[in-house]
């Protein structure tokens, strides 16, 4: 077990401080007096990958009581690199997130840096970009803790700008002194140069990030309605939600009613989150926790978010078989199935299994992360023990990592094999 202690983040006068002092012995913040989105400093997406560590980054955790949930509480944290070099130390306002998974045993977190006033503090993390927000997944029912990685990092080396799934890093996290095993740091799905890079809202609503949410606005083509993630809530005028309005609304209007959806919506980007859903045989896909969102083109682009329940599991919807597409498929997707949608699927299909999703290349990118995971494999199911990972009876029983990673390695390459006979007629 490797402990790694806040108090290698304090300041010799007990202040808590970001990265290392400059020249006059005091704590420089990196980042911390540019604004977040600022292109000349931050670098934008490229379609590359970023610098991935060799092993799970360690971040430690004191917090002055127990973790909320609605809530937050405002903690020490230090992030560190494998070798236990600092990458940054303050204080972030920790709290439970999700759904489902806040009745997990091992929970996950959001993470927000703040300043002296409490202020969101972006800051840069391990390759990630800058930002304040972060989010700490414990990846309780992924047994293979691979799955979420999996699908993002695909979904990016597949797409170009300005398209982009979150970004990650394996961690270990110990929280109040006690080791809590492997959690996936990755971004949130923000308005960012290193994450969505677009203009700001001009207050009419023109450049918006929405969520798919059990509340929210109407939605007439998917389960879910449309919650506004950005702008922020506190520029959430009426003007904003008329202009998101009205631009769901189009969009929808020609999926329900038969028109071209792609007028308003980028096809390649669509395609791409379909593809990347139906190769993961995402239970949760097109029914909650997508993003939608509108940037400087004026295009409706997506991005894919909780893939947890992939890659063989749950048992249920028939998602253990290789065989068959997503059984929930909204009107969002059966109306999007144009002509040019249908010609494009193949076409990004065809030329993804030459490159980044030939069998081997997915093979050698799951070793990759097992190999990055190494012995923290052994760590994290030592401190909650894989055969009792629960999900309402629905998964099936694995009794060993190893027995995992067999499972989920048979489940890929049949799983390619099939949508290679089947693509065209999706």
């Not at 010799?12 to 989105?37: M, N, Q, V």
């Not at 995402?282 to 893939?307: A, C, E, I, T």
């Not at 065989?323 to 040019?340: K, L």
């Amino acid at each position: 077990m490797r402990l790694f202690l806040w108090l290698a983040g304090c300041n010799s006068d007990g202040t808590i401080g970001f990265g290392e002092p400059d020249d006059s012995g005091a704590p420089a913040a990196p980042g911390s007096e540019e604004l977040p989105g600022d292109t000349d400093t931050d670098t934008a997406d490229t379609g590359e990958e970023p610098a991935t560590p060799s092993a799970p980054v360690l971040i430690d955790i004191q917090c002055p009581g127990p973790v909320p949930d609605a809530a937050s509480i405002p903690c020490g944290i230090v992030a560190a690199w494998p070798d236990g070099t600092t990458e940054a130390s303050g204080v972030a306002n920790l709290s439970l997130r999700g759904r489902s998974s806040s009745g997990f045993p091992k929970h996950q977190y959001k993470v927000e840096f703040v300043d002296d006033a409490g202020d969101g503090l972006p800051v840069r993390l391990f390759d990630l970009g800058r930002e304040s927000d972060w989010v700490l997944n414990g990846m309780w029912i992924d047994r293979a803790m691979i799955r979420n990685k999996l699908a993002w990092d695909l979904f990016n080396v597949l797409s170009e700008a300005p398209d982009h799934a979150p970004e990650s890093v394996y961690a270990e996290l110990t929280l109040d002194g006690a080791y809590l095993g492997v959690f996936l740091l990755n971004q949130m799905v923000d308005r960012d140069a290193s994450r969505l890079e677009f203009a700001p809202d001009d207050g009419t609503g023109a450049r918006f990030i929405v969520s798919a949410d059990e509340e929210g606005l109407h939605s007439d083509v998917q389960y879910a309605s449309w919650k506004i993630d950005y702008p922020p809530e506190a520029e959430q005028n009426g003007a904003v939600r008329s202009g998101i309005t009205t631009s769901l609304g189009d969009w929808e209007g020609a999926i329900r009613d038969g028109g071209d959806p792609f007028e308003f919506m980028d096809l390649d980007s669509f395609v791409r989150f379909v593809l990347i859903e139906e190769f993961m045989k995402n239970n949760d896909g097109y029914f909650l926790s997508h993003r939608v969102w509108k940037g400087d083109d004026g295009l409706l682009r997506m991005v894919p978010w909780d893939l947890d329940l992939t890659l063989g599991q749950p048992n249920y919807n028939e998602n253990w078989r290789t065989d068959t597409w997503i059984a929930y498929r909204s009107e969002m997707i059966t109306g999007s199935e144009t002509a040019a949608f249908n010609d494009r699927f193949t076409e990004i299909w065809q030329a993804a299994r030459q490159g980044e999703l030939a069998t081997e290349a997915v093979m050698a990118r799951i070793a990759a992360q097992r190999a990055t995971l190494g012995d923290a494999v052994g760590r994290n199911w030592e401190t909650w023990d894989i055969s009792t990972v629960d999900f309402g009876g629905e998964l099936y029983v694995v009794a060993t990592p190893e027995e995992e990673y067999e499972r989920v390695d048979a489940w890929v390459r049949a799983r390619l094999e099939w949508m290679d006979d089947n693509v065209a007629g999706y």
